[in-house]
């Protein structure tokens, strides 16, 4: 059998006093396929601490640099960031309650990365992620409370999702919100393949409101200041153009709702 990876636990060493303390520091650490579910016992424990009811009055940055194995922020919390500069293989922020997750391509990256795997932020009920690249299929499926940039996505994006925000700067696959029930996807979309790609039963895409452009642009200055995303920049450097090209993805209904209650 082989020896169980220890970088959870280091992590968990390193930060918590850190969280408990009030202090605010930033930590660094090599990683490899090996070592999975990194994240998962920080969370549990700010989760146990500080629950629902307040936010660690400290903070932890951790920056890992290679290859994530699988659930890398799994069950990530309020007052933690992992940056990872590589990849990462499935299930990334699954059941990931607050804090950030920031994923970026090394600097010699030849370009277009594929940096995240399958069934990314599944069950998700809060927190961030910041994806300088594409993710694989099933995308936020089961979220309920996540946000999200990514640069493009596989099939059966937003699947059963029940809550949260999308934003996909790239290109989207087959079956886009099948299962959705509420949350939200913009939808980078200059080709106009989307419509051809929505699950036309549940969700319908409209034009962005004011508020939601608003929204919108916010995400996508938070995307290029935190991943350095060359694509984010541009799309800044002509938002009026980039704008003309975003659809706002919702369950069926929602958008006559809201009206309705305005």
């Known amino acids: ?17 850190a969280l408990w303390d009030g202090d605010h520091i930033a930590l660094s650490y090599d990683i490899c396929t090996a070592d999975r579910t990194i994240g998962a016992s920080l969370g549990g424990a700010v989760g146990l601490e500080w629950g629902d009811r307040a936010n660690p009055v400290g903070s932890v940055t951790a920056t890992f640099t290679g290859a994530a194995g699988q659930s890398f922020g799994a069950f990530m919390n309020k007052g933690v960031t992992l940056e990872l500069v590589g990849e990462a293989q499935d299930y990334v922020g699954k059941a990931m309650g607050g804090g950030r997750i920031v994923v970026r391509p090394p600097a010699d990256d030849a370009g277009s990365p594929a940096l995240i795997g399958n069934t990314v932020l599944y069950g998700a009920t ?15 499926v089961r979220n309920s409370g996540a946000t999200a940039v990514v640069e493009g996505v596989g ?7 029940t809550g949260g925000l999308a934003v996909i700067l790239g290109p989207v696959g087959y079956n886009l919100g099948a299962g959705m029930t509420g949350g939200e996807a913009l939808v980078y979309d200059p080709n106009r393949a989307l419509d051809t790609r929505m699950n036309p039963q549940l969700v319908e895409s409209r034009r962005l409101s004011d508020e939601t ?7 996508v200055e938070e995307h290029a200041r935190l991943t350095g995303s060359e694509k984010a920049r541009s799309m800044l450097s002509a938002w009026s153009e980039a704008l003309e090209h975003f659809r706002w993805v ?6 006559a709702a809201i009206e309705r209650s305005n």
């Open 1 to 17: 059998q082989r020896p169980r990876s220890t970088l959870d636990e280091r992590l968990m060493f390193d930060g918590f006093r």
């Open 126 to 140: 809060g927190g961030e992620l910041f994806v300088a690249g594409t993710a694989g299929e099933r995308f936020m």
């Open 213 to 219: 452009a608003g929204r919108l642009r916010y995400l």
């Open 155 to 161: 099939d059966h994006a937003c699947e059963y999702m």
């Open 250 to 255: 919702v369950p069926i209904g929602r958008v």
